[in-house]
């Protein structure tokens, strides 16, 4: 299992670690130099501090008078080329008869030599590479030292930051995992840093939409249940009717009854299912690219004979082909009962007219009929499960608007109710957002 704490410990871990040491040999690395420039900057200073008159041959000292016996030896030669002086006797550094820096190899290891002209004679300084490498390299160890030192609390600190900084993680976890099924609330998401609010508002979202889901979910069996219960009721009575039936005729009529009653009833829960199938929040088809026109066409010519058999005319009226982005099944389910509608609606005689468009770069849907339409204080209510407008005086699951409207929210789209022309009848207009 990936952890962000195992990956963000890791990285800094290498990172910091690497960047010590890179920095620490660029320290060591420098502290060298500047220790050999410090070395020559001596060795000039001791060859500048003899004085300038002519020398005389001079005693050279014992091995314990010079505290530098072993680090730096000096050499004076008089102007006939007579060595005047040497510091370490018995063992003589080599020579160089290059004036100023020089630094020469010998069997027993390298010397750097400074040389310099004091009056008539010549000082040459001279002091053993290993000496010189020794002193710098135990300079540029104590220079790094505080660094390498450092690297630990890093480390100890780099540990303590990052748990910090995913406790509020933490923390959201434990409120998530400590919450029941049905506890739905909002997480709290004050003095949440700015990088853990966004995951903690998307949480926030699911939770809203869930409960949301879940409220419609019971809404629905609490609806569902109660206008089943109707029909299935009605089905009883009208079995038990037919069971009691001593005639022909009357055995006949209660099964006529009980067939209508058995067809409204499947009638009731094939719509039920086709709202369950579009809600918003439980709908999984992907959308694809649709032509409206074709829905319409299609739709129209499923419920031509309807129509026709209630004499009414039922046109469609269609613009160039209209591309959105759909369900086609849902949109062919909310156009057909627009219409069946309209048809039921619609007195004999009279006419519906389906019409695709384009307004102000929507795709519109709309459906006109010529009958008795529906009061202004009514048109909002039409949309809610099981209401049905009863003044009409025609009988529904009262689902067939619901459908319209859940259809329409999964789509982005809005549905409107209205007078039709003239103000007579009812005119649905379902408007698409702009693709």
């Known amino acids: 299992m990936i952890s962000i704490r195992r990956q963000l410990l890791l990285w800094l871990f290498i990172g910091f670690s690497l960047s010590t040491v890179v920095a620490a040999f660029a320290v060591y690395a420098r ?7 410090l070395f020559d900057y001596q060795l000039q200073q001791m060859a500048a501090a003899f004085p300038h008159e002519g020398f005389g041959p001079v005693t050279p000292p014992s091995p314990d008078e010079s ?16 060595q005047l ?8 550094p080599p020579q160089s008869m290059d004036i100023g820096f020089s630094t020469v190899s010998t069997p027993d290891g390298g010397w750097r030599i400074f040389s310099a002209l004091v009056g008539n004679s010549v000082v040459q300084v001279s002091q053993p590479m290993s000496v010189r490498e020794e002193l710098a390299a135990s300079m540029a160890l104590r220079t790094m030292l ?8 890093l480390i100890v600190l780099i540990w303590i930051t990052v748990g910090r900084g995913l406790k509020p993680l933490n923390e ?3 409120a998530v995992g400590r919450r029941s099924a049905d506890a739905l609330q909002p997480l709290p998401d004050d003095r949440l840093p700015g990088e853990v609010k966004p995951l903690v508002a998307a949480l926030n979202d699911l939770l809203l939409r869930l409960g949301r889901a879940l409220s419609s979910q019971r ?12 029909p299935l009721t009605a089905v009883k009575l009208q079995i038990q009717l037919a069971e009691r039936a001593v005639t022909d005729a009357e055995r006949a009529s209660a099964f006529a009854q009980l067939k209508g009653g058995t067809e409204r009833a499947i009638h009731l829960v094939a719509q039920l299912l086709t709202l369950a199938r579009n809600e918003p929040e439980a709908a999984g088809r992907p959308f694809t690219p649709v032509n409206l026109t074709d829905v319409a066409r299609q739709v129209v010519a499923e419920q031509a004979s309807i129509a026709e058999a209630r004499n009414l005319q039922l046109g469609l009226s269609s613009a160039a082909p209209i591309p959105i982005m759909g369900d086609p099944e849902a949109l062919r389910t909310m156009l057909s009962n627009l219409v069946i509608n309209a048809i039921h609606y619609t007195p004999s ?5 389906v019409e695709t468009k384009t307004q102000d770069g929507q795709a519109c849907l709309v459906v006109t009929d010529t009958g008795p339409g529906i009061p202004a204080a009514e048109r909002q209510r039409v949309f809610d499960r ?7 005086g025609v009988t529904g699951s009262g689902l067939g608007l619901a459908i319209v409207r859940k259809v329409a929210e999964r789509h982005r789209a809005s549905v409107e109710v209205g007078a039709g022309p003239d103000g007579r009848g009812l005119k649905a207009t379902v408007r698409f957002p702009k693709q």
């Not at 502290?31 to 420039?37: D, H, P, Q």
């Not at 002086?85 to 003589?92: A, D, K, T, V």
Request: proline share 6%.
């Open 67 to 82: 505290s530098m016996g072993d680090v730096v030896v000096v050499q004076i030669w008089g102007e006939n080329g007579a």
């Open 219 to 230: 809404s629905f069996i609490a609806d569902a249940a109660h206008e089943l219960r109707t």
């Open 386 to 392: 099981f209401y049905r407008y009863e003044a009409a």
């Open 349 to 353: 005689g009279g006419a519906v007219d």
């Open 146 to 153: 505080p660094l390498l030192i450092t690297l630990p609390l």
């Open 85 to 92: 002086y040497l510091s370490r006797p018995g063992s003589p």
């Open 31 to 37: 502290a060298r130099e500047e220790a050999r420039e």
């Open 172 to 174: 959201v976890a434990s």
